[in-house]
Structures are given as structure tokens and as C-alpha cells.
């Protein structure tokens, strides 16, 4: 079964930090780029970070620019997002997701915050960023 985990979501106060983890099962990542999408009551799902099936051309959302890093352990299958200096707007469950080469390659959309460009979701991590 191919499956997605998030984990390392949780209450963190202002300014605070927290990594997630995006760990893969049932298949492995070398070939899949990563992105990490967040969604927020009331909101659509928005693109935060993504990063190549290399570990190359990090991109980031310009609200999360300079305060997330995305990186990737392809020995452990697993894909991290470090999240510094959070704020209250931070504040939704996050998601990461994987795109094939397939659908990387012939996506018509952005591929790294289009969800419609990836194949496997995770169930998702509850960020919350509140004194």
C-alpha cells in the first residue's frame, strides 16, 4: 500500500519552530519531487514548499520565504519541512504530497503548488501557532 505520513505537527507559541516529517511507505521517493501544502479553516489548500526529486530547486511561498526550509533524506524515504519564526497565520493542517515523474513532466499546472500535479497525499498534521 503506498502511503504518505505526516508527522511533528503540534501547539507551538509565537516565534516558535517545529519540523515536520513526510515519511513514505510502501514505495520510495528518489523519484518523486515534494511538496508541502497547508489548509486553514475556511481557506483552499495552498502550496507552502516543494523540492525536486534530487533535493535540488527548493521553492517556497513567498509568506513562508526565508522562515521554512524544505529538505530531503532519500536514505531514510523521508521529507522534512523546518518551520521557524512561526506566526498565528501559520496556523493549519499541513500536507505533503508526491509527484511522479509522469505527472511531474506533463502537468499543465504549477508543479510545485498545483495539487492537481501530485499523485499520493498524506492525511495530514495539525499546525497551531497561538500564545
Known amino acids: 500500500q503506498l502511503q504518505l505520513v505526516e508527522s511533528g505537527g503540534g501547539l507551538v507559541q509565537p516565534g516558535g519552530s517545529l519540523r515536520l516529517s513526510c515519511a513514505a511507505s510502501?514505495?520510495?521517493?528518489?523519484?518523486?519531487?515534494i511538496g508541502w501544502f497547508r489548509q486553514a479553516p475556511g481557506k483552499e489548500r495552498e502550496g507552502v514548499s516543494c523540492?525536486?526529486?534530487?533535493?535540488?530547486?527548493?521553492n517556497y511561498a513567498d509568506s513562508v520565504k526565508g522562515r521554512f526550509t524544505i529538505s530531503r533524506d532519500n536514505a531514510k524515504n523521508t521529507v522534512y519541512l523546518q518551520m521557524n519564526s512561526l506566526k498565528p497565520e501559520d496556523t493549519a493542517v499541513y500536507y505533503c504530497?508526491?509527484?511522479?515523474?509522469?505527472?511531474?513532466?506533463?502537468?499543465?499546472?504549477?508543479?510545485?503548488?498545483?495539487?492537481?500535479?501530485?499523485?499520493?497525499w498524506g492525511q495530514g498534521t495539525q499546525v497551531t501557532v497561538s500564545s
Open positions: 504530497a508526491a509527484s511522479g515523474p509522469r505527472t511531474y513532466y506533463t502537468c499543465s499546472g504549477d508543479v510545485c503548488y498545483d495539487p492537481s500535479c501530485y499523485d499520493y
Open positions: 510502501g514505495f520510495t521517493l528518489d523519484y518523486y519531487a
Open positions: 523540492i525536486s526529486s534530487s533535493g535540488g530547486s527548493p
